[in-house]
C-alpha cells in the first residue's frame, strides 16, 4: 500500500522543482547514464536454438485443481491524527474437480450457482494491527505478533493449523531430522524489554509459544519469521504486509500438501497446484525458499509402491506470472514462438512449444545482472525454474515449475518436475473469456478480491465497531 505520498515525502511538490531539461543535462545524470545497461532483445536465431517441443502426456493422473491466490487492504480505522488502521488479509486454497471445471468451460458464463458447485472454497482471513493500534495495552509490534501467532494457531476446521505447516515445512518434518532448528538472532521482545539475549533457538519440539528465560517475554514460532523487525512504532507495519501475504499464501498451499501426504501421499498425484506469482519468496521472508525446494526435492524422489527402484514424482505445481518483464518478453518473443508452433504441429499433435530460461539467458535479455555472477538468478529466492510455454492453443504462459534436483540456472525440459501434465492442464484449463486467465485463478481473485470500494466500507465499519476503543 502506498503510503508515501500520504506520509513524509511529498511527490508533486518535489517534482515541480526539478525540470527534465535540467535532469537531462545534469552532469552527474549523464556519467550515470554512460554506465548503465539494459537487457538487450532475444534474437530469432537464439530463441528458436533453446525452444523445445512438449509431447502430449502418456497418462493424466491429475483430477483436481488447488488454486492459491490473496490480497490484503489497508482499511483506516480512524480518519482524525493519529490516524490509525488494520490490514486485511483474504487468501486461501480453493479447490476444483477438474471434471466441474471443464463442464464450467461449455458454458457461456459463470453463473453464481456455479460458483456454488465447485467443490470447495476455504476461505482464511485475517485482520492485522498495522497502524497505531494497541491490542491488550501492547506495542504495535507485540500487537502485531500477538495478532499473526493467533491467527496461525487456530484454523476454521480445527485440523491441520497452518503453524502445523509452517513447523513441518521450517524443520523438515517429512524426513527425520530433529538436528534441524533455527536459531533467533535477538530476543523479538528487544525492542520493549531491551532484552539482549541471542541464545533462542527454536527446534521441531518446541511449543509454538513459550518465554524468553531472560526478559520472560512471550516468543511465538512465527518470530522466525522476524517480520516484526521491520515494523516501526511510529511508522507502522506496512512494509510486512507484502511479505506476510506471501507466507501466508504459500502456507495454504503447504498446506493442502501437508494434509494429502499424511493422509496418503500417492494422492498428490492427482492435484496440481496453481500459485498466483512465480514459486518464490523475497526479501525478509526469502529463507523459506530453502525449506519449499527441499521439499519439492523430496516429493520428486517418492518411491513408485509398485516398484521400489522406481521414482515417482508426487508433485505437480505451477506459479504463473501476469505481468513483470517476464511477461513482457514472452509477448516480445510471441512471433518466434507461433512459427516454431506451425513447424512442430505439422509433424504431428502437440502440447505446445516450452522455452527453458536459463541464468544466461535471464541476465542477457529478460532482466539487468551478470550472467557469470557466482549468486544465479532466482538462487536465494526461487523454489522453481522459469520456463515460458505456449500452448497448441496458443495461450501462453509464463511459469514457474520446481527443477529435480533444487536449484539448476541451465535446466533442460525434463528438469521440470511433472511438466507434461502440469502444461497439458494449464492449456485445458485456459478460458478465452478471461483471456489469458485461468478459470481457478480467477475465480479466486474474484472471491478473494478485497479491491473494491463497498467491501473496504464494510470492513472499515466491522473493523470500527469491533474495535476496543
Ligand atoms: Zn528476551
Redesign the pocket.
Known sequence: MSYSSVRGRKPMERASKISHANIIASPQVQALIAECSVPRAADTQTVQDQLVTVGLPECMPIRHVVAVDGSFREAVVRQEFPSAAITFFAFGPLIFRLDDLRALDEEPFIAPEDLAKLKKIERFQLAAPTHNISRRGLSLQGSFRLTVHEFLKGHPDGERTLYDTLRWLLFRRWIDAPAKARRLRR????PI?G???DG?TLRHDSPIHQQ??????P?YLADVLRLHELIDEEQGASRTTSFLMSVLETLALVNVIHTLWEMKPILLREFLFIKDGPLALFGQVADLSDPLRELADFLAAFPDPADQTKRLPLLNIVGLEKSGAFVEHAMHIEKTLDEAMDAALADGPIAGVALPLSNDYIYKYIVPGDPGSTITYGQNTYWGGKIIFKAADRSTYVATVPTRGGHNPAPSLWDYLCVENVFAVLAELRCSMYDNALIPVALANRLVSLSEVPSTRILESFARDTMRR
Open positions: 530476543c523479538p521482545n528487544a524489554t532484552c539482549d539475549y533462542l524468553c528465560p531472560h526478559c520472560e517475554g516468543v
